[in-house]
């Protein structure tokens, strides 16, 4: 109905590049978070899937048709802005209106779809107010409501979210989630924000350095990242990394060691894995504070968070580990303690970022 | 913080002092005199007799006053609003340009608001000359035969119009561009994705947000071509002046050439009357309907 299609879409100001054949398919009613860092070439893309940004080579398809080389009117589409870009002169209405004035249609037709939009954002009540007199979180619904009344193939999403208080920020994203539910329409939404991804999206891109690193459901992301960028890059606190030593086949399966340490069994096949230059992820929740566990380290510094406790400790050889540790910790900073890590949470990188993960 | 209220105003009255005696001085004392003296049959120099309103009820009856009221209406009417439009358009165009073109183009507009007065005289004076001028090809071409426009009654003020045009609009040129690059980039994208066209762009985005400063250039305009005087003056040179004799030309010949400071004085009364009451006026319709 309307998918999207991006072909090899490259894209370069100049001689500076900053998007390299990136290619993927995102189904009708998908809702896609592109997530990552500043500058990785999220907001370029979306604004290229608009028509605001020309593509250097590449094709773009919606709905079965190619629209790369046509202009943003004629491809279907809406988009939030992260400032929101309401018109300042105009009403609510006249703002939410101005794009079905423009294709001609029957007042009564606008009149009914600007106060279906309204009620359904609740802003009923403002529609005669002018964009300077909204709250934060208002305008951000005026420009959502925008793009809902031109009923678009897809709607894109710039970072909508980033200019809201945090509070106001959890409760847009739990209505957008909604919202999505309701009309099933393609989103695609753009962040930096990893909590925003994991949240919303029934798949995210993970982009970094104008490549896109994994496209995966948040689970997907999260527990088997493709790459060690979306290791550390998605998850908080972020995912432990260690430099392996020595790597050993215990039946088929990876034992990693780590300088002065017990070595650690895991479930990673052996086979496959580079003998040298790997690096050993797990993440805190995999790690536990455990007298009988392999590693020994020092305490940095204890985090109590009620439910948990996040310790921040330093091995021998200097590489840092965050551990968890069960709510009422007794652990103090300066202690030394063992840790034990759960092999089947555990995976290894190449010297490439390339991810192994357990069997 | 605990201030000492009087001795702030102190401070604040001291650092105003020097701008009000100034003012005081050039602005509001020779404003009094000048009211007073229209009251008066005062020569150029030294004081006159009161004599009531009779200045003002020779000016009333005074054919040359009222020729000189209508060309500086006039002449107000072919510039105020052309000058204004076409540094809108001009400022629109620049604005599309980027980075040094923009800044070169922007130069050359701006370069004639330099240049004082004579030599816009000179230069369009030579341009326009009947032996020699360039601007005498068109004008065969068109007409048939050369023509000396600044001796022709009917052509005089559209030409010292069109000249003053080119003079003054890189002013206008700056702060439209001002006003253009004050507008986000985000809303243009915005207007796009609506389905705008152009010239929907221009009637629903551009003009509305550029009203304010389209107002201000509207009223600046107002009150400098209310008070021409330079450019008539020197265009008329050589010909016959009072077909084509301005407010504040006429206020100088009276005063200078005549030696009748009262009448004048009455007659500089009477346009700053007509600049107050038009400036006011015109700045406070065209804000009312830019809130709306």
């Excluded at chain 1, 979180?137 to 999403?157: D, E, S, T, Y």
């Excluded at chain 2, 304010?212 to 330079?230: H, R, Y």
Aim: charged share 20%.
């Amino acid at each position: 109905m309307s998918d999207i299609v991006l072909k090899e879409v490259s894209k370069s100001f100049g001689a500076v590049s900053v998007l390299d054949k990136v290619s993927m398919h995102i189904a009708s009613g998908e809702f896609i978070v592109f997530l990552g860092p500043s500058g990785c070439g999220k907001s370029t893309l979306l604004r290229m899937i608009a028509g605001l940004e020309q593509v250097t080579s590449g094709e773009i398809y919606l709905a079965g048709e190619r629209v790369d080389q046509l202009p943003p009117n004629e491809r279907g589409v809406a988009m939030v802005f992260q400032n929101y870009a309401l018109y300042p002169h105009m009403t609510v209405r006249d703002n939410m209106s101005f794009g079905l004035q423009n294709v001609r249609t029957p007042k009564d037709e606008i009149t009914r779809r600007v106060e279906d939009a309204a009620r359904m954002l609740e802003i009923s009540q403002l529609l005669d107010r002018k964009p300077a007199q909204l709250s934060g979180g208002q305008r951000q619904r005026v420009a959502i409501g925008r793009a809902i009344v031109r009923n678009p193939k897809a709607f894109l999403l710039d970072e909508p979210l980033s200019n809201l208080d945090a509070g106001l920020r959890v409760r847009t994203r739990l209505e957008l989630a909604q919202l999505h539910n309701r009309i099933k329409a393609t989103m695609i939404f753009v962040t930096h924000d990893q909590t925003e991804a994991m949240t919303l999206a029934t798949r995210i891109v993970v982009m970094n350095n104008k490549k896109i690193e994994q496209i995966g459901t948040p689970m997907e992301v999260y527990s088997r990242p493709a790459t060690r960028f979306v290791a550390a890059f998605v998850g908080s606190p972020a995912m432990n990394f260690i430099p392996v030593e020595s790597v050993t086949d215990r039946e088929g399966r990876a034992a990693f060691s780590f300088a002065g340490q017990q070595p650690v069994a895991t479930t990673v096949p052996f086979a496959g894995l580079p003998s040298t230059g790997l690096t050993f992820g797990i993440r805190a929740e995999a790690a536990h504070i455990d007298p009988n566990g392999s590693i020994e380290a020092t305490v940095d510094v204890v985090e109590r968070l009620g439910e948990r406790t996040l310790v921040y400790t330093r091995l021998a050889d200097g590489a840092s580990l965050v551990a968890e540790d069960k709510g009422i910790s007794s652990v103090q900073a300066g202690d030394t303690v063992r840790i034990a890590l759960d092999g089947h949470a555990a995976m290894a990188f190449d010297e490439a970022g390339k991810a192994y993960h357990a069997a | 913080m605990i201030r000492n209220h009087r001795r702030e105003v102190t401070v604040a009255y001291l650092l105003i002092l020097p701008f009000v005696l100034t003012y005081g001085v050039l602005f509001l004392w020779p404003t009094i005199q000048m009211v007073y003296i229209s009251f008066t049959d005062a020569p150029l120099i030294g004081p006159g007799e009161w004599i009531g309103l009779e200045n003002y009820i020779e000016m009333f009856d005074d054919r040359r006053f009222w020729t000189a009221v209508r060309n500086t209406a006039y002449f107000v009417a072919l510039t105020v609003v052309p000058n204004t439009l076409i540094g809108l358009a001009i400022a629109m165009m620049v604005s599309r340009l980027k980075g040094w073109q923009q800044s070169i183009i922007l130069a050359l507009f701006f370069l004639p608001y330099i240049l004082p007065v004579s030599v816009v005289y000179r230069i369009w004076n030579w341009m326009f000359n009947v032996q020699f001028g360039i601007l005498q090809y068109p004008i065969s071409a068109i007409a048939g035969e050369r023509i000396n426009v600044f001796r022709t009654q009917w052509m005089f003020m559209p030409a010292v119009a069109l000249v003053t045009i080119w003079w003054t609009c890189g002013f206008n040129i700056l702060l439209f561009l001002a006003g253009l690059r004050s507008i986000s980039p985000d809303i243009y994208e915005a207007a796009a994705l609506d389905n705008a066209n152009r010239w929907t762009i221009f009637r629903r985005i551009t003009w509305p947000l550029i009203w304010p400063v389209t107002a201000l250039v509207l009223t600046i305009q107002l009150i400098l071509q209310l008070k021409i005087f330079d450019q008539v003056y020197l265009f008329v040179q050589g010909g016959r002046p009072d077909p084509s004799m301005v407010m504040v030309q006429y206020i100088y010949s009276q005063a200078f050439q005549k030696n009748q400071g009262g009448y004048a004085a009455a007659i500089a009364v009477a346009l700053f009357v007509i600049v107050i009451a038009f400036s006011v006026l015109q700045f406070q319709v065209l804000r009312s309907r830019g809130e709306k």
